[in-house]
């Protein structure tokens, strides 16, 4: 059983997007709820440097990998299973 590789980044795409959406409601309640001071001010640019970090990595791995190519699972597992006995 063959699959194409740019399944596993349609995946990455669904989670990032849902990472994203935490980190919306996340940004959101700490500017609302959060206490009004310096702290939280540092917090929140911490919070957005790390995940525009994190972002920008991934998009430069990414971009680097070839994504045409197939995943031959029978392979695949018979690599991996002489490794566990």
Do not use: E, R
Request: with cysteine; charged share 5%; hydrophobic share 60%.
């Amino acid at each position: 059983m063959t699959f194409p590789i740019y399944y596993l980044l349609i995946v990455y795409a669904i989670i990032s997007a849902m990472a994203g959406l935490f980190m919306l409601f996340n940004l959101y309640h700490i500017l609302m709820f959060g206490l009004q001071c310096y702290k939280t001010a540092f917090v929140t640019v911490l919070y957005i440097g790390a995940g525009s970090a994190i972002a920008w990595l991934s998009y430069t791995l990414i971009i680097q990998f070839d994504w045409t190519g197939d995943i031959v699972l029978n392979d695949l597992i018979q690599s991996i299973i002489p490794t566990f006995l």
